[in-house]
Every structure is written in C-alpha cells, then in structure tokens.
C-alpha cells in the first residue's frame, strides 16, 4: 500500500467530516487508506464516521491518551509505505498526495514534507515553517519578534529544506517515522511536532517544505488558544529545552524562567464578534433551504469576479467546486479583511468554517 492517513480526532464531528471527504477526493486514485483514531470524543464523531465512511479505519481509544501516543497508535496499525499526519480541522486540495509523493521518489534521506497552511481567512500561518527554536529565538519571539523563530528565509510559496513543520501536517515514510520511534509521549499536546523534526535532523534526515500546495487549517478547533493552551504549551517546551539543550544550572533555569513568563504575560483577547450583513453563495443552483435558515440576504449564484461588500460571508458550494479551487479562492481573496468564508461539504446539510484560532468556528444546519 503506498499511503496511510492518519487523523486524530477529539470532538470535532463536523470539521472531521469535511476534512474526510477532502482527504477521500485527494486519495481516490491511489493505493491507499484512511484512519481515524478517536481520542474518547463526546460527541457524535465515532458514528458519524461509521454511518457516512465505513471503508475508514476507525480506532476508539478508551480515553484520551493525548496528541503523541493517539498518533502512534495510528501509525501501529498503518500498512502504507508513507503515511500522513493530519489534523481533523484541515482541508486538502485534490492533488496534494500525488505531488508529494511524486517529490518524495528521488529523496534520499528524507525526514517529513510539510505543506503551505493557511486559517480559514486565507492567511499564511507562519509556523508551516520553522527553524530550530534555539533559546535565543525562542525569547526574541516571546518579546515580539520572530525573525528567527520563523524560517523566513525560504519563502511561503516556494520549495526548500526547512528545520521544523508543524503537526498538523506531517508526510513522511512510515519506515522514518518508526526509525525515531514516532511522536515522543511525553508530550501530552503541543511540542511533540518540534520534538519530532528536531530528532529527524539529528538521526540524519532532511525536513522539507512544499509551499506549491496550499491546506486550509482552522486551527482553532482542535483547541482552544486560552490559559489552558498556554500552560500545556509551555509546559511542553520545558520537555523539549530539558531534554535537548541541557547544559548547566545557569542554563537550565534561563530557560524555565523564559517558559514561566511566557505563561504569566500571555494575554488571550477574545475577538470582536463578527458582523455578518449578507452571506454570497457561490454554488451552480440556488439552496432555497439554506436561505431561509439564514434569516438574511443570500446572494444566490455569486462570482468572485464580482465586487465583494463590506462584512460579507462568502459560502463555497462543494458539491460542484473541487477543494483546490475552494482553497485558491480563499487564498487569493485573504486581502480582504471584512470578508469571512465557509464551505458546505458535498452530500452534506450544513455550512461550516472558522475565522480566527481563538475561538471556535460556526457551523450553520440547514
């Protein structure tokens, strides 16, 4: 078998279902399988994945065993040769899985392959990219600047050899991944990526970043940017620099000094809630039951090309556009800042997005 999908789900029902039929048009014409590791949801993820994807692979862990070894409990029972970290709250463009692997065949040495993500806005998220997070960097991020942190030197749109990618998109050989032993489960959430790429630079591997293909990532779903974030964050940061970059007394407590302050000072702003006047539907037939459950204007069969209002909803109709041209409209159109988006899944009865990393994303039913 050539590629395994692995999704760790926790409670994300609806993000999940549109990231699967995105990741089954990007798989259908290959050799490949989908599985989905649910981490003790409460909520309907587990049937909904039986009742709508039953060719999936569906692990039901009997508690919440965190980001790492949920993962590794994944790749234990993949059977591709590559396999693919994903998060529930992405979206894959079609051709994503045959480009990597066409860049993959002629690599020797090649560690993980990380995509160009963006949020729902469309806006590059910087940490697609990233250098080792020496101390150094590490504290200039925390006073504001990220220079070093991010690894600007390459490019969002370009091809290049990169230090760190981020979890919610890794693809790799399963055979590299099992090489380093897979995530480390000491982390519980957040650091487990850094730890990973960090690891396959020093076992010899390269890390590399394909910015030629563009993945929608909501970020705010999988968690929450709140006081509970940042403690586990941070905490999972002293795991990395304690067992990394330990050096002496003086050191060591630099660092936890660092970690502590980042902590104490994080202010979390909750954004303003949006004004949403008038929702655009680009779609090739009018969806007269979503209209009435809006309860304001819809636009029915809206162009791009047209002008954009103020405080516009822009709804992307995936029963006939492909992924990759929903994510490119995105992308293309993320100038505007009074503009939001959402997609209906195909075969599906409700509008979904997200439009920040703080706060959760909205889910209309119609």
Same mark, same amino acid.
């Given at each position: ?46 049937q909904?994945v ?16 965190? /980001?790492s070894?949920?993962n590794?409990?994944?790749v ?20 994503v ?6 860049f ?43 220079? #070093?942190?991010?690894a ?26 099992l090489?380093?032993?897979g ?12 730890d ?13 970043? /394909? ?9 705010g ?5 709140d006081?509970?974030y ?10 990395f620099?304690k067992?990394?970059?330990?050096k ?9 000094l ?12 909750? $954004? ?7 929702y655009?539907l ?13 309860n ?11 002008i954009?209002?103020e ?5 992307? #109709?995936?029963?006939?556009?492909? /992924? ?20 209906? $899944? ?20 119609f």
């Amino acid at each position: 078998m050539k590629l395994s999908v692995i999704i760790l789900n926790y409670n994300v029902r609806y993000f999940l279902e549109l990231c699967l039929k995105s990741v089954q048009e990007a798989t259908k014409n290959l050799e490949s399988e989908i599985i989905v590791v649910d981490n003790h949801s409460e909520d309907e993820s587990c049937q909904m994945v039986k009742d709508l994807f039953p060719d999936i692979i569906l692990i039901e862990n009997a508690e919440n065993y965190g /980001f790492s070894k949920g993962n590794n409990i994944g790749v234990s029972k993949a059977a591709g040769d590559y396999i693919c970290i994903l998060n529930p709250d992405t979206v894959v463009p079609e051709d994503v899985f045959e480009k990597l692997l066409a860049f993959s065949e002629d690599k020797k040495n090649q560690g993980i392959v990380g995509c160009k993500l963006i949020n729902g806005r469309g806006e590059f998220l910087p940490e697609s990219k990233r250098n080792i997070p020496f101390v150094k960097a590490a504290l200039k991020k925390l006073l504001g600047n990220s220079k #070093d942190y991010y690894a600007v030197q390459l490019n969002e749109n370009s091809i290049g050899k990169v230090d760190i990618l981020v979890g919610a998109f890794m693809f790799l050989k399963r055979q590299t991944y099992l090489t380093v032993e897979g995530f480390d489960e000491d982390y519980f959430m957040y650091g487990e990526d850094i730890d990973l790429s960090y690891r396959l630079l020093k076992s010899g591997f390269e890390n590399y970043y /394909f910015g030629t293909s563009t993945v929608i990532h909501f970020k705010g779903e999988s968690t929450l940017r709140d006081r509970l974030y940042a403690k586990r964050f941070h905490g999972a940061m002293q795991i990395f620099y304690k067992k990394h970059f330990k050096k002496n007394i003086f050191y060591n407590s630099i660092v936890r000094l660092g970690i502590i302050l980042a902590y104490f000072t994080r202010r979390v702003s909750f $954004p303003n809630k949006k004004s949403v006047e008038r929702y655009f539907l680009i779609s090739d037939k009018e969806n007269i039951d979503l209209e009435k459950v809006l309860n304001k204007q819809l636009v029915l069969k809206f162009h791009l090309n047209d002008i954009i209002p103020e405080n516009t909803e822009i709804i992307f #109709d995936g029963n006939n556009q492909s /992924f990759k041209q929903i994510i490119a409209d995105i992308e293309k159109s993320s100038n505007n800042k009074l503009v939001t988006y959402k997609i209906i $899944p195909k075969d599906s009865n409700f509008v979904i997005g997200s439009d920040n990393a703080i706060c959760r994303g909205e889910i209309i039913k119609f």
